[in-house]
């Protein structure tokens, strides 16, 4: 079994940024799993934000490229989520997601609302 945890979020101007965090504890060994991020907005579905499977090896939604980063620290059993330059349509749930083969689990979320 898998906990993940989510910290970070917060409210931020348009423009601002924000590093969302995930930790992982329990029976996990947690450089194999494959770990990403989904957002879900109010009265919308849950979608995709990013990937990353090695600390080299991501990828991300076309709406998030280039201003998003996704990356991973092995040691801490944590994946981070780097957010610049950010837009209103970027409010909403973060969700923290590992998987590994047929087993998936997800963090409870956090929320990033983005106001001016």
């Known amino acids: 079994q898998v906990q993940l945890v989510e910290s970070g979020g917060g409210l931020v101007q348009p423009g601002g940024s924000l590093r969302l965090s995930c930790a992982a504890s329990?029976?996990?060994?947690?450089?194999?799993?494959?770990m990403s991020w989904y957002r879900q907005a109010p009265g919308k579905q849950r979608e995709w934000v990013a990937t990353?499977?090695?600390?080299?090896?991501?990828n991300y939604a076309d709406a998030v490229k280039g201003r998003f980063t996704i990356s991973r620290d092995n040691a801490k059993n944590t994946v981070y989520l780097q957010m610049n330059s950010l837009k209103p349509e970027d409010t909403a749930v973060y969700y923290c997601?590992?998987?590994?083969?047929?087993?998936?689990?997800w963090g409870q979320g956090t929320q990033v609302t983005v106001s001016s």
């Open positions: 329990g029976s996990v060994i947690f450089n194999i799993y494959i």
């Open positions: 990353i499977r090695s600390s080299t090896n991501a």
């Open positions: 997601n590992a998987a590994l083969n047929t087993k998936t689990y």
